[in-house]
């Protein structure tokens, strides 16, 4: 029996990254999955078609198990998002596990960044989160895994043009702990991962900020999405059961 059988779980910012590796772990561990995402349709939907294939193949899942949902959802909608979190529980019948990964990384000097530049920052890294658990703590029961993929610059920034992302990511950690404080007596946990450099897109080990980067970590080579991918299933498990308000850090040691 895999960790996850059983469970349904949303994942935002699915297509690609960090949330790609989210939503490949949990359906490998047995959990049926709906991931939203914004302008790679392409992607989102050769990884849905990807998690169907190995559903109808493996002997663990039965043949019946619902598709996968690959939702386009602009996380700047909060309506939008809380629309997704009612559409999966109504696809699985239930959610069990909310991953909060969508993301943008936008620098600029503070005093070059625009209202605009907040309100779009804000909304996907912060207001789509709070909308996502707003809308998961009405449908979640006992046992529900909330998990925020939050940031290791929310503790500790070490270069200019990070303050509006900063400031998204250290939003995202005190709703982490006060909706812990909320749901914590029905069952339901909420954690926030905090990575550092992590090898995606938005950061690519190869990048020019890379070796800078490096140079901060005391192991200095980048994470891989996986080992993000591998502690929200640990926290998704049963066997993280007390594990709430939490701050994971994987950075490689940046922060120490
Ligand atoms: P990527 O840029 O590689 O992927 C971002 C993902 O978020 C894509 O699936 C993208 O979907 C989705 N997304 C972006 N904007 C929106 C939007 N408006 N609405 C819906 N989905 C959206 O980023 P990473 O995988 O690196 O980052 C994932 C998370 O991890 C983010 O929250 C990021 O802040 C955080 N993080 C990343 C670190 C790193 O070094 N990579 C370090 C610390 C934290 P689509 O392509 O369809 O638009």
Redesign the pocket.
């Known amino acids: 029996m895999s960790l996850l059988s059983g469970k349904t779980a949303l994942v935002?910012?699915?297509?690609?990254?960090?949330?790609?590796a989210i939503v490949r772990h949990l359906a490998r561990e047995g959990a049926s999955v709906a991931f939203?995402?914004?302008?790679?349709?392409a992607?989102?939907q050769a990884l849905a078609a990807e998690l169907d294939a190995a559903k109808s193949t493996s002997t663990a899942s039965s043949q019946s198990a619902p598709a996968t949902l690959a939702l386009q959802?602009?996380?700047?909608d909060p309506v939008a998002v809380q629309e997704a979190v009612s559409t999966t529980a109504a696809h699985f019948g239930k959610l069990d596990i909310l991953v909060n990964?969508?993301?943008?990384?936008e620098l600029k000097p503070t005093g070059e960044f625009t209202l605009d530049d907040y309100e779009r920052q804000m909304g996907?890294?912060a207001r789509?989160v709070f909308a996502a658990i707003q809308r998961a703590a009405q449908v979640m029961t006992e046992g529900g895994r909330i998990i925020n993929?939050?940031?290791?610059?929310a503790e500790k920034v070490p270069s200019p043009g990070m303050s509006l992302?900063a400031m998204s990511?250290a939003a995202v950690w005190g709703l982490t702990k006060g909706a812990a404080r909320d749901l914590g007596p029905r069952g339901i946990t909420v954690n926030i991962i905090?990575?550092?450099?992590?090898?995606?897109?938005?950061?690519p080990a190869s990048g020019p900020h890379a070796e800078g980067q490096r140079g901060l970590r005391a192991i200095d080579s980048?994470?891989k999405?996986e080992e993000?991918a591998s502690m929200a299933v640990y926290l998704a498990s049963d066997a993280a059961r007390s594990i709430t308000g939490a701050s994971l850090l994987i950075d490689g040691g940046a922060n120490v």
């Open positions: 935002t910012g699915g297509s690609r990254g960090i949330g790609a939203t995402y914004s302008s790679s349709g992607a989102a959802v602009d996380s700047l990964n969508a993301g943008i990384f996907v890294n789509a993929i939050g940031s290791n610059l992302y990511k905090q990575p550092g450099s992590t090898d995606t897109d938005m950061n980048f994470n999405p993000i």
